[in-house]
C-alpha cells in the first residue's frame, strides 16, 4: 500500500498514542472512534488547510515528535508552589490529568471541582457538544486520547468570591504529547474570575494539545484570564469553544509570552439574545516563533455584542498571526461586532498575517473591523530621545504604552504583575 | 553656548540648509525669522538630531562638544532642548511617566541620582503652574487629545522641567490667541538666566514683543541672508519678505 506523507504522519502518531495511552471511563466509545476515523481520513492539518495556512502542525510532529516517549515527569507541591497565585483557589493539571493532591482545597459554596471523570451524568450530555471531533482534527485528537482532566461547575446563583487559577502544566524526560482537556459550566446567574496558566517544566520537547469546553448560563458572567509562558520546548495548540447564553458576559484575554509555537482556536457561540462576548489578546514573540490566534465569533441571535482587540509584537524571525471570523446568521439582528488588530513589526525579517473574515447574513447589524501592522512610531521615537530619553527605554515606553490596554484588563495583581514582568522582560 | 560653522544638510538629494553661521552666546536670545519652507524647522530638527536628515557639511559645537557627533538623546542631556513645532502625540505614554523617565535619565547622564517622587511631584506642581497648564494634562497621555494651546504650553512646561541651557523655540506661537502667547512668553522669560540662551523661530514679530530678542536672522532658502538687532524684526513685519527673496534669488540666477 503507498501512503502518502500526510497519513504517515498521522498514522505513526496514532500508533504510538494508542500503544502509549490509557482509556478514560468520561469519554464514550462512539466518541473515540469517530475521532479516530476522522483523524485517519482527514490528518493532522499542515499549511495546505485553509485554517492552519500559517501553522504546520503536521510539519512540527515530524520535525520534532517523531517519536513520542510519553516519559512523563511527576511532580511535587514544590514545582508547583512558583506558578500558584496568591489570591486564588490554584487548581493543577500535570500532563493532562486533573491532580487532586496537588490542587488547593477549598470549600467555596456552589463550587464543583473535580476530574472529568467524575462528571455527573446531567453535564455528561454536553460534553462534545461544542468541541466536536468532526470539525478539526486537534479536537479530534484530543478527543481520542484525552486524559481525565478538570470539571469545573460553578453552580446556579453563586458568585464566587475569589479567582480560580488553574495551572496546566506539561512536564516530560523524552518528547511528549499531552491531551488535557476542561468542563467548565457556569450556570445560570453565577460569576466567576478564572485564569488558566500554561507551563512546561523540565527539559523534554512537549506537543501540548488543549481542549476546554465553556458553557455560561443565562445572566452568567465568565471573565477568564490565559496566560501562556511554556516556552522554547513547547508547541502548543489552545482550543476553547465557549457557548455563552442570554444575558450573559463571556470575556477572555490571552497573554502569550512565549512558547516556540502556539496556536490558539477560540470560537464563541453566543446562542441566545442580549449576550456579550469579548476577546482580547496580547502576544510578544521572539526568535523563530509562531504565534497564531484564531478567533470565531458565532452570532446566532439579536441583541448581542461582540468585542476583539488582539494586539502583538513581533521580533526577530518569529511570525504572528491573527484571524479572526465573525457570523452573524440571519436571525440576529441588531448585533455589534467589532474587531481590531494591531500589530508591530521590530524586525524586517519578523511577519504578521492578518486576516479578517466577516459573513453578516442579517441586515440591521453594526459590524466594524480593523487591522494595522506597522514599525514602532518614528516619530514619537524621536520626540522621546529629544528629551534625554534614551533609544532602548525610548522603545520600551512606546511598546509598553502599546500593551498597557491589555495588560490593565487583569484584576488580579499578581497575575498582572507577572504579565507585565515577562512583557519587560520580552521587550 | 552654540557655534553653527557652514552648515549643510539635505534630504535625499535635495539640499534644505546650504551654509548656515551663527554664533548664540550665553545669556542671550536670538529669534530666526523667514517665510514658510526657508529651512527653520529643519535647522532646528537638524540641530536636535532627527536622523532623517544628512549634515554633508559644516560642524556645531555646542559647550565646547561637536554635537553632530552626539545622538539626539545625549544632545538633550547636554541641556539642548528643542520646542517642536508639531508636538507628537504619544498614546498610552502618561506626561508624567514620561517627564519622569527622561529627567531622570539626564540626571544619570551626569552622575546624579534619581530624583525622589516627592520632589518631582513638587516640581511638575510648581513647573506647571509657571505656563498655567492644567494638573489634569500632567497625567494624560503626552499630547493626546491636547488642544493646539496646551500642546505648545506643554512643550514650555517640559523645558521648564528639563532646565535647558540651550532651548529653541520653533514657532511656539502659532495657533496660539493673545492670553495664550502671553503665558507661554512669560514661561519663556522666567526661565532665562545668564547662564543658559534661547533661540526663537517664528512667523511674526508678535512673540517678540514679549520675548525680546538681542539678535535677529532672517533665514532664506537655506541662508541666514540678514542679521540685525530686534529692530529688523519689526522693518520685516512692515515690509515683508518680498525685498529680501527678490534680492537673493536675482544673486542665485
Ligand atoms: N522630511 C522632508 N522631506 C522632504 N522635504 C522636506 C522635509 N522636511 C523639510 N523639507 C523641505 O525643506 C524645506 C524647508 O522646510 P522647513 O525646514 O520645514 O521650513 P520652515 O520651517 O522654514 O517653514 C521645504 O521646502 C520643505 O518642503
Ligand atoms: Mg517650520
Known sequence: MVVDNKSAVTQT????????????????????????????????????????????????????????????????????????????????????????????????????????????????????????????????????????????????????????????????????????????????NAEVTLIESFYNIGSAKVFSNFVSEKFVGENAKLTCHTFQNEGALSYSVNTNQVRINKYSNYTNNTFTLSGELVRNNHNVVLADSNCEAHLNGLFISNGTQSVDNHTLIDHQMPHCESNELYKGIAKDKSVGTFNGKIFVRKDAQKTNAYQSSKNILMSDDATIN?????????????????????????????????????????????????????????????????????????? | MITIKNLHASIGDKEILRGINLEVKAGEVHAIMGPNGSGKSTLSSVLAGREDYDVTEGEVTFNGKNLLDLPAEDRAREGLFLAFQYPVEIPGVSNINFLRTALNEIRAYHGQEEMPAKDFLALVKEKSKLVELDSKLASRSVNEGFSGGEKKRNEIFQMAMLNPKLAILDETDSGLDIDALRIVATGVNKLKSKDNATIVITHYQRLLDYIVPDFVHILYKGRIVKSGGKELALEMEAKGYDEIKAQFDSLES
Open chain 1, 13 to 188: 502518531l496514532l500508533d504510538q498514542l494508542q500503544i502509549k495511552s490509557s482509556k478514560v471511563a468520561f469519554m464514550p466509545d462512539a466518541e473515540i472512534i469517530s475521532a479516530i476515523r476522522y483523524l485517519e481520513d482527514k490528518g493532522i492539518p499542515n499549511n495546505k488547510h485553509e485554517d492552519y495556512k500559517y501553522c504546520n502542525i503536521e510539519a512540527v510532529l515530524r520535525k520534532e515528535f517523531k517519536s513520542v516517549e510519553q516519559a512523563f515527569n511527576e511532580l511535587t507541591n514544590a514545582d508547583i508552589a512558583p506558578l500558584k497565585i496568591d489570591e486564588a483557589i490554584n487548581l493543577v493539571v500535570v500532563n493532562g490529568v486533573y491532580s487532586e493532591e496537588l490542587s488547593e482545597k477549598m470549600i467555596v459554596k456552589g463550587l464543583t471541582v473535580n476530574s472529568l471523570n467524575e462528571l455527573s451524568s446531567s453535564e455528561k450530555v454536553l460534553l462534545c457538544s461544542q468541541a466536536k471531533s468532526d470539525t478539526d482534527a486537534l479536537i479530534a485528537l484530543n478527543t481520542a486520547f484525552t486524559g481525565n482532566g478538570l470539571f469545573l461547575q460553578v453552580d446556579k446563583n453563586n458568585i464566587i468570591p475569589m479567582p480560580l487559577h488553574v495551572i496546566y502544566v506539561n512536564s516530560g524526560n523524552a518528547n511528549i504529547v499531552t491531551n488535557t482537556r476542561s468542563f467548565i459550566n457556569i450556570q445560570a
Open chain 1, 354 to 427: 492578518t486576516k479578517p473574515q466577516l459573513e453578516i447574513y442579517a441586515d440591521d447589524v453594526k459590524c466594524s473591523h480593523g487591522t494595522s501592522t506597522g514599525k514602532i512610531d518614528t516619530e514619537a521615537l524621536f520626540y522621546l530621545k529629544a528629551r534625554g530619553i534614551g533609544e532602548e527605554s525610548a522603545r520600551k515606553l512606546l511598546l509598553q504604552a502599546f500593551a498597557q490596554e491589555l495588560i490593565d484588563k487583569i484584576e488580579t495583581p499578581s497575575l498582572q504583575e507577572r504579565v507585565l514582568h515577562l512583557f519587560e522582560k520580552a521587550l
